[in-house]
């Protein structure tokens, strides 16, 4: 059964950082690439940044382009996305995501999620 848990979500003051963690069982990053998603209220699910562990390319919105990184231990099955310099526009629920691996580190949009992770809250104040 293919799982995925995002964790290290919280409140932080703008120009803060957080880490999260998305732990992944039931599969390999041999078998799917993995994402990191948001959605705001009100607003629709978007692609933050995407990793094809395979090789190591990664993929980066414009909006978090410098700020975020994200990696992955393939030994622990996890992806993690290190998130500085934070804005109150980056407040939203966070999801890691199982990929289809054709579409490696490119694409990163919903439509390209296979399965979805339950996602973690992440709130910047001004």
């Known amino acids: 059964e293919v799982q995925l848990q995002a964790s290290g979500g919280g409140l932080v003051q703008a120009g803060g950082s957080l880490r999260l963690s998305c732990a992944a069982s039931g599969f390999t990053f041999d078998d799917y690439a993995i994402g990191w998603f948001r959605q705001a209220p009100g607003k629709e699910r978007e692609g933050v940044s995407c990793?094809?562990?395979?090789?190591?390319?990664?993929h980066y919105e414009q909006f978090v382009q410098g700020r975020f990184t994200i990696s992955s231990d393939n030994a622990k099955n996890t992806v993690y996305l290190q998130m500085n310099s934070l804005k109150p526009e980056d407040t939203a629920v966070y999801y890691c995501?199982?990929?289809?691996?054709?579409?490696?580190?490119?694409?990163?949009?919903?439509?390209?999620?296979?399965?979805w992770g339950k996602g973690t809250q992440v709130t910047v104040s001004s």
């Open positions: 995501a199982a990929r289809a691996p054709q579409y490696g580190s490119a694409w990163c949009r919903p439509l390209s999620v296979k399965f």
């Open positions: 990793i094809d562990s395979r090789d190591g390319s990664t």
